[in-house]
């Protein structure tokens, strides 16, 4: 999968590229990741990218230009096809699902906005997304494209080893993983779980499973409403 990032923060996408399952992907070429200062392509000497609001009142608003040809650059590279999808808190929420869907793509190219945000009009003439990371506001879209980055990236075949394969994640079969637990067998008075030291798989499978449909029960009932239980989740529920 290739993304290009427009940020007027370039080193803060390190983060992701040098570290991490992100930055493994990097490594083994499962994910090209390239992000394109809009400041390379401005044209006045004090290398502008924003300006004040028109109607005034506080902050400043990213110019157009510097931006379009950015995007423009990026999709010189990427291709037509590729969508340009902004970070805004007034975008489609991602979840589990959209992140499985995004995973799927070849390609995009992820518009951070700062400041205000963006000038309305470079967002209809270049953008034909918008994402939100959830209902708050970041102080740029950054830290909202690394989120949507690496979940897309935990999603790519070969991206995660045996050792953190997502199967049991939470939502992946819809429901909420269960606790996990690593030596010293006792902790403060507090004991693993026995059937954890048992080496019965079938038996730790299963408890596994109780684990995780009692948590989503406690803490996340709407995600059991939207599931159809089989007989066995069915039966352990009601254990
Ligand atoms: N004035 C804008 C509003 O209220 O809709 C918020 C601007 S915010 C300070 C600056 C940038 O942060 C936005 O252009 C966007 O790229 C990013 N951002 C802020 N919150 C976000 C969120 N929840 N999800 C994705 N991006 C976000």
Same mark, same amino acid.
């Not at 427009?6 to 990097?26: C, N, Q």
């Given at each position: ?6 940020? =007027? ?26 992000? $394109? ?29 510097? #931006? ?25 929420? =991602? ?25 309305? !009009? ?8 918008? $994402? ?42 819809? #429901? =909420? ?19 954890? #030291? ?7 499978? !299963? $408890?596994? #499973?109780?684990?995780? =449909? ?26």
């Amino acid at each position: 999968m290739r993304i290009d990032v427009i940020s =007027l923060f370039p080193p803060m996408f390190e983060a992701i590229s040098a570290h991490g399952i992100t930055g493994r992907a990097v490594k083994n070429g499962l994910l090209t990741l390239r992000v $394109w200062n809009p400041r390379d392509y401005t044209e006045d000497k004090h290398r502008s990218v924003d300006d004040r609001p028109y109607g005034g009142g506080p902050g400043m608003v990213m110019m157009i230009e510097p #931006l379009q040809r950015a995007i423009r650059a990026a999709r010189g590279e990427q291709g037509k096809a590729v969508k340009v999808m902004y970070l805004s808190p007034q975008g489609r929420q =991602l979840d589990h699902a959209a992140v499985l869907e995004l995973s799927k793509r070849e390609g995009m190219i992820l518009l951070a906005g700062r400041y205000e945000g963006i000038d309305e !009009r470079l967002l209809q003439a270049e953008v034909d997304e918008e $994402w939100s990371i959830g209902d708050y506001v970041l102080s740029g879209g950054e830290l909202a494209a690394m989120v949507l980055i690496d979940a897309v990236t935990r999603q790519l075949p070969g991206a995660l080893g045996d050792e953190d394969s997502a199967q049991q994640d939470s939502f992946v079969e819809g #429901l =909420l993983d269960c606790e996990h637990y690593t030596r010293p067998e006792e902790y403060a008075g507090r004991k693993v779980p026995e059937v954890l #030291l048992s080496g019965d798989h079938e038996k730790i499978r !299963r $408890w596994r #499973l109780k684990r995780s =449909l009692g948590r989503t029960w406690l803490r996340r009932p709407d995600l059991l409403e939207r599931l159809t239980l089989n007989q066995e989740q069915k039966q352990l529920l009601e254990e």
